[in-house]
């Protein structure tokens, strides 16, 4: 092999530098760590940048930022996902952290005792990788999907920005979550839209009232998401289970909302009859749009390691401990409800951190493991 041709190496590479990359790269850099952060897209932030242009963040500023760095919004705005992407592109510039953009990590394997990382132009080696991103990665269509007649216009939720992407006639989102029931209201402005799917439930207050703002979402997110509904608790154990295969209650939509916005609910979509959806009612609804709100495989086929159950690694807090030097962080519920959540994601981050330099200093040591939780946590 050529010069030109050796991988790089490093001591710790981290994938994805949204929340959870950059959470992990601060505290790497505080413990002296040396690491480099890799990332798919051309800027920092990339990945809030790409959502439905009207969508703002469940939680008010107080509660969007990462450690050591305030959020520079008044502290109960509930900021739009353009400025949480401008937040992660400073925060990656304030603290200099070693972000490479414009580099998707297609492979990751190991040889020996070191991990291998390939993307489309280059191979990367490490001690210890960390995978810093969300268990929605690839969105899920349902297969008879491409049975639609061809003149209706499909969309999945990460691929629709605002309803000048829909064409003239009524509209059909398909899931019944905060994507589907978000994407719904903005679309009933101007079309006729059914929702299709079951009924998630829903926070019973307005989250952005002043008694939210005082009270229930201090409550809900500092005690409830982030220390009572944890993988220690038999409560969030059972609550983490529900989350991951039907994911979260609305928290900003309320079902009155959508009915005087004039959204129909209708059952589930279960398939196409002469190119139009048909329901599990067998209604079949003539539509000129279908937005598939239907969320996303965890998408990490990429991984050439024995470490997957039901379609999720298997993991201790996010520590591997089938592959040493193996770490994820920023999955829904990996340790509490808030680990997917912007004011969650630190913990599991300086914990992961600390692991890699404990690691550091015993590189013979054979398990990560040990440090405070013994519980194996799968996908579901």
């Not at 994938?15 to 798919?40: H, M, N």
């Not at 006729?192 to 307005?206: A, E, Q």
């Not at 608790?233 to 039907?246: D, F």
Request: overall charge positive; some cysteine; proline content about 6%.
């Amino acid at each position: 092999m050529s010069a030109t041709t050796q991988p790089e190496r490093f001591q710790t590479i981290v994938i994805g530098a949204g929340q959870a990359g950059l959470s992990v790269g601060y505290y790497l850099a505080r413990l002296g760590q040396p690491f480099v952060i890799l990332d798919g897209n051309e800027r920092v932030g990339d990945s809030w940048r790409q959502r439905w242009d009207s969508l703002r963040l469940f939680t008010p500023a107080c509660y969007d930022a990462l450690p050591g760095m305030p959020f520079p919004s008044p502290t109960h705005v509930f900021p739009t996902k353009n400025q949480m992407a401008d937040y992660l592109e400073a925060y990656a510039e304030h603290f200099e952290l070693p972000v490479r953009t414009g580099i998707n990590v297609v492979g990751l394997s190991r040889e020996r005792e070191r991990f291998v990382l390939r993307t489309s132009e280059s191979t990367f080696e490490a001690e210890n990788v960390v995978v810093a991103m969300s268990n929605w990665q690839r969105p899920r269509i349902p297969e008879f999907a491409r049975k639609l007649d061809a003149s209706i216009v499909q969309l999945h939720s990460s691929d629709y920005r605002n309803p000048s992407q829909l064409r003239d006639g009524a509209v059909l989102i398909v899931g019944a979550g905060n994507s589907g029931s978000e994407i719904a209201l903005e679309a009933a402005r101007g079309h006729r839209t059914w929702m299709s799917g079951n009924d998630t439930g829903h926070v019973p207050f307005n989250i952005e009232g002043t008694a939210a703002r005082y009270l229930l979402i201090r409550l809900v997110l500092r005690v409830l998401f982030h220390r009572l509904l944890t993988v220690d608790t038999p409560i969030g154990r059972k609550v983490r289970a529900k989350v991951l295969s039907h994911g979260m209650p609305l928290l900003r939509t309320k079902p009155k909302d959508l009915a005087l916005a004039g959204v129909e609910r209708v059952p589930r979509t279960v398939g196409v009859q002469d190119g139009r959806p048909v329901l599990e009612d067998g209604r079949i609804l003539e539509v000129t749009n279908v937005v598939w709100c239907t969320g996303f495989y965890p998408g990490f086929s990429w991984i050439d390691l024995p470490i997957f159950k039901d379609g999720g690694p298997i993991h201790e807090r996010g520590i591997v401990p089938d592959e040493p030097g193996l770490y994820f962080v920023g999955l829904s519920f990996l340790y509490a409800a808030s680990s997917s959540m912007i004011h969650g994601v630190g913990r599991d981050a300086v914990r992961i951190a600390k692991a890699i330099a404990r690691r550091a200093r015993e590189p013979r040591e054979e398990s990560d493991s040990g440090i405070g939780v013994t519980e194996r946590v799968g996908a579901g």
